[in-house]
T-cell receptor
Framework: SQKIEQNSEALNIQEGKTATLTCNYT??????LQWYRQDPGRGPVFLLL?????KEKRKERLKVTFDTTLKQSLFHITASQPADSATYLC?????????????FGTGTRLLVSP | GAGVSQSPRYKVAKRGQDVALRCDPI?????LFWYQQALGQGPEFLTY????????KSGLPSDRFFAERPEGSVSTLKIQRTQQEDSAVYLC?????????????FGSGTRLTVV
């Protein structure tokens, strides 16, 4: 069956450290993978997109890697700040059924302590 | 507008009541999506519009759910005869193109509680 798995347990780290979140998928062939941030009571906010032929993408303190052999994406936040505390969702298109439908993981909650 | 606007923000419905949820996408965005998000879960796809055409409604849970976008801008998600399992946050998202290659812009959602 098709699955997108993210750590269901919250990730607690100290301010200044690097946070690394994992997204694993099975039985998908995505053309791209996206990461979103979601705060309580708000909709997801788009952060980064990485295509299947890209290994790594960076934006300011954010870095995403995409390994289509391992079927895994890693999302890194360097020099983390308490303001980075939120739930982070990975999402991928399901090329088997068309690009329009994004499929989301359950999200990982990140807590950055001062 | 500057973002995707959804109304109402909160809706409490008695079981069996019909509800209508509204989405105002970003002006000029061709693609519009509805997602359902249960507590502690990721958003789940409901339906997709390209302009006024509903190209994918495979995620609608039952025939009690109906969505429309008659003029290719504002969209309404209607749920008839609401049931408790319909309680969730309903998210609307829009994008310039259908492939989401630049990410989707989501609204803040409508939290529906069926009592």
């Amino acid at each position: 069956s098709q699955k997108i798995e993210q750590n269901s347990e919250a990730l607690n780290i100290q301010e200044g450290k690097t946070a690394t979140l994992t997204c694993n998928y099975t039985n998908y062939s995505p053309a791209y993978l996206q990461w979103y941030r979601q705060d309580p009571g708000r909709g997801p906010v788009f952060l980064l997109l990485i295509r299947e032929n890209e290994k790594e993408k960076r934006k300011e303190r954010l870095k995403v890697t995409f390994d289509t052999t391992l079927k895994q994406s890693l999302f890194h936040i360097t020099a983390s700040q308490p303001a980075d505390s939120a739930t982070y969702l990975c999402a991928l298109d399901n090329a088997n059924t068309g690009f329009q439908k994004l499929v989301f993981g359950t999200g990982t909650r990140l807590l950055v302590s001062p | 507008g500057a973002g995707v606007s959804q109304s109402p923000r909160y809706k409490v419905a008695k079981r069996g009541q019909d509800v209508a949820l509204r989405c105002d996408p970003i002006s000029g965005h061709v693609s519009l999506f509805w997602y359902q998000q249960a507590l502690g879960q990721g958003p789940e796809f409901l339906t997709y519009f390209q302009n006024e055409a509903q190209l994918d409604k495979s995620g609608l849970p039952s025939d009690r759910f109906f969505a429309e976008r008659p003029e290719g801008s504002v969209s309404t998600l209607k749920i008839q005869r609401t049931q408790q399992e319909d309680s969730a946050v309903y998210l609307c998202a829009s994008s310039l193109s259908g492939q989401g290659a630049r990410g989707y812009t989501f609204g803040s959602g409508t939290r529906l509680t069926v009592v």
